[in-house]
């Protein structure tokens, strides 16, 4: 039997090769947070979900075929949840049976992969009633498929049959084997036999005729003649002993990758209580073919900073079909990297069959997502920020695919403007050409105002809102770039003492004057 819950023709693996930028996209886009959100201190949830949600899905197919199992996990969470308990119970059966593979003899062998299969008969039982009880209230294509597959495997005359087989491999009234003479007289060819079925009227047993037979006794203190018939024993049930050890395995590797499966769903449920908490809007995402350019969102908020806060985070509206390059600007402390996050959270979770944290959001399927955040100065001084700018942009050059999204936060801030422009507008150039999508944060007007003076129709130019008075809306508005990003703003409310509320309004009204005449 399989799952089949998280992929629609094949299973989970959960020693998959890790993404080779994996690293950077937990720090960048803080997935940390979201890891431990999923978890609620579980140790094996917090695994999955790390298997799980970086391995972005590019098939349409197999990101809708995940986000209708999720669905069906929302609407019958109880279900589910009972799903992956019962897949627990049978892992917890396995622990506390004996079972190995590295037994002494096959008789061993047989013994505990018979004890095994009957404590699983219990396990099974109560799946076979969970499916019975909810199949048909499940709607997606992954979920039917999992509950026609144990209606078809989980008959009443499967039950009745391993049961009746576990009864006869207690071997109560002895074992019968047949043999052929070899070379020598060895015995060859050693099979286990069914035993023959008694008549069921005690008359007839105790007046039918026997087959004739040699019988002979083994003394009680013969060790070498006990040796001799317990090695007997064994040729006969070795076969047997592998096939139900076998059997045991393809149960116990049949629970064990239902409750891998089921992990992911269970986190997704976890993290999902956490938001609505926090009133946070959510929303299965519509992805669109790798070819074509969508971004469009509504709400779209940062789950990361959701999760840290107590309530839901500033949303914002964007609508960039058939945009390949977003430039945003603005003032500092504008929301700018978080909307960056937001962007890159919410694409990861939609290439995961996720739901992601937006009233609605639209988006391409990306072949990769590369991240290239400014970092703190090299602590070990073995080269400077530019140079490990640097040289983590030529590995994601390396590895940068067409159709990929590139999400850039103040990269190669580190040198002057004029030289960081100069590279940044090089790099940008080039992933274009690469058809690779863009979104950029910067303060470099350089770079910025070069760029919108293109005017080209595949570029949109999005701007930290900023009040008159200085206050950040943390809301995104379609605007060009401007030259400053108002760090005035925070050295006055660091530095600076407050003024009088008169003093205050001069100043706004002074500001909003110069800002409506330099803009």
Not at 117 to 122: D, E
Not at 392 to 402: N, Y
């Amino acid at each position: 039997m399989k799952a089949y819950l998280l992929h629609c023709n094949r299973d989970f693996n959960m020693r998959r090769a890790s993404v080779w930028n994996e690293a950077a996209l937990m720090q960048d886009l803080a997935l940390e947070t979201l890891y431990r959100a999923m978890a609620q201190d579980d140790a094996f949830l917090y695994e999955v979900a790390k298997q799980v949600v970086p391995v972005s899905l590019t098939e349409l197919d197999e990101i809708r075929y995940r986000q209708a199992v999720l669905a069906d996990c929302i609407e019958h969470e109880d279900a589910v949840r009972q799903l992956y308990a019962i897949a627990m119970e049978a892992l917890e059966t396995e622990r506390h049976t004996f079972h190995s593979i590295f037994a002494s003899s096959p008789a061993m062998v047989l013994h505990g992969a018979r004890e095994l299969v009957q404590a699983f008969l219990g396990v099974l039982h109560r799946l076979r009633a969970a499916a019975d009880a909810d199949a048909g209230s499940f709607r997606s294509e992954g979920f039917r498929r999992f509950f026609a597959t144990i209606e078809h495997e989980l008959t009443d005359e499967y039950f009745r049959q391993i049961e009746r087989c576990l009864k006869e491999l207690r071997f109560r009234n002895g074992v019968l084997i047949s043999a052929r003479l070899g070379d020598g007289n060895k015995g060859i060819l050693h099979v286990l036999r069914r035993p023959h079925e008694p008549a069921p009227n005690p008359l007839r047993r105790l007046f039918a005729k026997r087959a004739p037979a040699l019988t002979f006794r083994i003394a009680d203190r013969d060790e070498a003649g006990a040796r001799a018939l317990s090695e007997l024993e064994a040729r006969g049930v070795r076969l047997v002993a592998n096939a139900l050890s076998q059997s045991a395995d393809h149960i116990l590797s049949f629970f064990s990758m239902l409750r891998a499966e089921l992990a992911f769903y269970i986190g997704c449920l976890n993290l999902r209580h956490e938001l609505e908490r926090r009133g946070v809007p959510m929303c299965f995402p519509v992805p669109h073919p790798a070819s074509e350019r969508i971004h469009a969102m509504e709400g779209l908020c940062d789950a990361s900073l959701a999760l840290r806060l107590a309530a839901a985070p500033v949303g914002n509206d964007v609508k960039a079909g058939g945009k390949t390059l977003v430039v945003i600007t603005g003032a500092n402390e504008g929301g700018k990297s978080t909307f960056l996050r937001g962007v890159g959270l919410a694409q990861l979770m939609m290439q995961a069959g996720m739901f992601v944290t937006a009233a609605s959001f639209a988006a391409n399927v990306c072949d990769g997502i590369f991240t290239h955040y400014k970092r703190e100065e090299d602590a070990t001084m073995k080269g400077g920020k530019l140079d490990e700018e640097l040289r983590r942009m030529s590995e994601i050059v390396d590895h940068v695919r067409e159709n990929a999204l590139f999400l850039s936060n103040e990269s190669f801030a580190a040198t002057n403007e004029r030289e960081g422009a100069e590279i940044a507008r090089q790099i940008v150039s080039a992933l274009l050409q690469k058809r690779v999508k863009i979104v950029l944060v910067s303060h470099l007007y350089a770079l910025a105002g070069e760029l919108h003076a293109q005017r080209s129709p595949a570029m949109l130019f999005l701007r930290a809102d900023r009040q008159a008075d200085g206050t950040r809306t943390f809301k995104l508005i379609e605007a060009e770039p401007l030259q400053t990003s108002y760090g005035e703003d925070l050295y006055k409310r660091i530095f600076v003492k407050p003024a009088s509320a008169a003093e205050a309004g001069a100043e706004a009204a002074i500001a909003q004057r110069a800002s409506s005449g330099f803009e």
